[in-house]
């Protein structure tokens, strides 16, 4: 008897375990790589970052997501390279797989757009290392006032600037607001947190930019009425420790802050290089793989490469980094492996887009779905239904669930954990300092 169809997975994100669950049934031997044991609902890493949820909440063990397909092993690694002319998988600890089918799917990593000494002073949001970082230095920023004697320094510990206004960066400062004006109004003696300084910056004319303009006006609005202060037009030039340099066309200033949080841009993880080189395949300016309409590379029909890696171009624009892009490319490569193995032809991909949802705070998101565009209320709950059944596992709905509806009714956000403590004076926000 012949051996089954090996099919390597690269990442346990949206589209790699949408891709290896839909093989379930499939002839082949499926083999799932991840550098984590866990699948991760990146959506709602910004309520984890304002406490408003637990790591756990978020987060779904592989193994345990894929116990029932037999035909389907996972293992836990960190891949280093591909070599297509011998179809092997490469692991840093020199080991290596082979494959009949490869998919790709390692997503997308941070971009300080060539300020990479940005990162220690600015965390970004992708991962739950990143969000219990975030969650650590705004907590100890509202500790760090309480001690405070000094007004103007005190203020600076109150101001905190969020880079970047896409729908990240518009959750992640609708959160702190909250955070500062509803859960921690009665927490402190001497400072009011209500009165924290919400600084959300983005380069072009408006907040969610890839929304409708009727949409980022609403985002706008609802953001201005949960006090945060958003300026447009705005770049940042300079991140330091105590403060945060912003450039607009007509003027230049300076924010004394000790808290950036940086959602302004992502890159492709380095692996799409590194299969670009091998492979002479082209890579936009983010570096994601320019893919085939099949999501296969340019002369390597056995490798696919999907999700946020991933180029794809659809009636003239590319499609968006979005889980379900990710989600539909994961079952698509999955159809196409079964077609052929069956020796049938199948289609080229399509995105079936169902429209956009951005929550701003309690009670207040944008929706827009296929042209019907609605707001406020109804979009707010529309926006919860559809993160609830986008979690993998049920036991997290129910504790998601049982955690939204605690805070609607109390306000309190019950993660407001401070993993490390760091002396509050220490300049150097990267080094720990242990009382």
Same mark, same amino acid.
């Not at 609902?41 to 063990?61: C, E, K, M, N, R």
């Given at each position: 008897?012949?051996?089954? !169809?090996r099919?390597v997975?690269?990442?346990g ?13 499939? /002839? ?9 044991n866990?699948?991760?609902?990146? /959506?709602l890493?910004?309520? #984890? ?14 193994r ?11 293992w836990l ?14 692991f ?8 009949d089918? +490869? ?21 970004s949001?992708?991962?739950i290392?990143?969000?219990?970082? =975030?969650?650590?230095?705004?907590? %100890?920023? *509202?500790?760090a ?12 510990w ?11 960066g518009?959750? +992640? ?11 921690l ?24 930019p890839?929304?409708?303009?009727? +949409? ?6 609802? %953001?201005e009425r ?6 447009? @037009? ?5 991140i330091t ?8 066309a007509?003027n ?13 841009? #992502? ?6 290089a ?14 994601r793989? =320019? ?5 296969? =590379?340019? @002369? ?9 890696l991933?180029y ?26 079964? !077609?052929r ?6 289609r080229?991909?399509?995105y079936?887009?169902?429209?956009? %949802? ?13 042209g ?9 709950? +529309? ?5 609830l ?6 036991q ?12 609607y *009714? ?13 002396a509050?004076?220490d ?5 720990? #300092?242990?009382?």
């Amino acid at each position: 008897m012949a051996n089954p !169809h090996r099919v390597v997975i690269v990442g346990g994100g949206f589209g790699g375990l949408t891709a290896a669950q839909a093989l379930r049934r499939a /002839p082949v031997d499926v083999t799932l790589v991840d550098r984590r044991n866990v699948h991760l609902f990146q /959506p709602l890493l910004y309520q #984890v970052a304002t406490g408003g949820l637990s790591p756990g909440d978020i987060v779904s063990p592989l193994r345990w997501v894929l116990r029932r397909q037999r035909n389907t092993r996972v293992w836990l690694s960190d891949v280093t390279g591909i070599d297509p002319a011998r179809r092997t998988v490469l692991f840093s600890d020199g080991t290596d797989l082979t494959y009949d089918t +490869l998919v790709v799917a390692t997503g997308v990593g941070n971009h300080y757009f060539g300020h990479g000494e940005w990162a220690s002073r600015a965390p970004s949001l992708k991962t739950i290392e990143d969000a219990i970082e =975030i969650r650590r230095r705004v907590l %100890l920023a *509202f500790e760090a006032a309480e001690r405070e004697p000094d007004p103007r320094a005190r203020a600076a510990w109150l101001t905190f600037v969020v880079v970047g206004g896409g729908p990240t960066g518009v959750e +992640l400062a609708g959160a702190l607001s909250e955070l500062a004006r509803d859960t921690l109004r009665h927490d402190f003696r001497s400072i009011d947190p209500a009165g924290s300084r919400i600084l959300l910056v983005e380069g072009v004319d408006r907040v969610l930019p890839t929304y409708p303009p009727s +949409l980022s006006r609403k985002c706008y609005r609802s %953001l201005e009425r949960l006090g945060v202060t958003v300026r447009t @037009g705005t770049f940042v030039t300079e991140i330091t420790d105590v403060d945060v340099a912003l450039k607009t066309a007509s003027n230049r200033e300076r924010i004394a802050t000790r808290t950036v949080l940086w959602a302004a841009g #992502v890159k492709a993880t380095s692996l799409g290089a590194a299969l670009a080189e091998k492979t002479d395949t082209k890579l936009d300016k983010a570096g994601r793989v =320019i893919v085939e309409p099949d999501l296969s =590379i340019p @002369g390597h029909p056995d490798v696919f490469v999907i999700g946020d890696l991933a180029y794809v171009e659809q009636d003239g624009a590319p499609l968006p980094g979005v889980a379900p892009v990710a989600m539909q490319q994961g079952r698509y490569v999955a159809k196409m492996i079964k !077609h052929r193995l069956a020796g049938k032809p199948y289609r080229p991909f399509h995105y079936n887009d169902r429209g956009q %949802l951005a929550t701003i705070g309690r009670a207040r998101a944008v929706a827009d779905l296929k042209g019907i565009r609605f707001s406020g209320y109804p979009a707010w709950l +529309l926006w919860l239904f559809v993160h609830l059944m986008f979690l993998v596992e049920f036991q997290n709905r129910v504790l998601v669930l049982i955690q939204w509806a605690w805070h609607y *009714f109390t306000r309190n956000r019950g993660a407001r954990i401070i993993t490390e403590w760091r002396a509050a004076s220490d300049g150097d926000t990267t080094r720990p #300092v242990h009382p």
